[in-house]
Structures are given as C-alpha cells and as structure tokens.
Nanobody
C-alpha cells in the first residue's frame, strides 16, 4: 500500500556533495518521523539523521556540520543534503518513515530499498 522510492545516490569524489531524496506514495494519511540510515561494507545499519513532524532534527556525530535533513510534507518527501563527503561515508543509504495509512488507519515503519553512495579518495 505504501512505497518509498529513493534517488540521488552515485559516485562522488571526496569533498564533493550529493543530495538524496525519498518520496512516499500510497494510502497515506500523514507521516511522522522521517529519517536516513546507512549501511557501509561489513557494517551494521546506523542512523544518519532524523526529522520529526515538527521539524526537530537529530544527527549522528559523523553527520553533524556536514549533512542536512529536510522534509516537504506536501510532497511526502525527505531530503538529505550531504556536503564535504568522505570515503568513510560510502554506504547504501536507506530512508525510513513512520507513516499512518488511511485504510486501515495504522502507523507502520516503512523502508526504502536503498541508494548507493560511493565516495572516492
């Protein structure tokens, strides 16, 4: 009923920038928290940044000062602007949303399929 589609990943040199987008579609009543997670080679999935429905944000220490999360509620979309990228930022990035659907009316955590970000040194 709900689908999350990410875009914006790719190959970039160290010091470069990328902007990730994730759009939700389907039987959506509203969306609470939106977030980005990542999973690097041989690593566990970790939180990068989250933004609440009131636009409060929280970042992993590794993302502070370099990444910015934002949301467009009219488009059911969350963004992650990533600047000053480092090789250690190389990972598959997943978006996550807590979505209340219309029928049935229930809140569920949804994940995107992931988009690969590769930062070369």
């Amino acid at each position: 009923q709900v689908q999350l589609v990410e875009s914006g990943g790719g190959l970039v040199q160290a010091g470069g920038s990328l902007r990730l987008s994730c759009t939700a579609s389907g039987s959506i009543l509203n969306i609470h928290t939106m977030g980005w997670y990542r999973q690097g080679p041989g690593k566990q999935r970790e939180l990068v940044a989250i933004i609440t429905s009131s636009r409060r944000t929280n970042y992993a220490n590794s993302a502070k000062g370099r990444f910015t999360i934002s949301r467009d509620n009219a488009k059911n979309t969350v963004y992650l602007q990533m600047n000053s990228l480092r090789p250690e930022d190389t990972a598959v990035y997943y978006c996550n949303m807590l979505i209340v659907t219309t029928s049935p009316v229930s809140g569920t955590n949804y994940w995107g399929e992931g988009t690969l970000v590769t930062v070369s040194s």
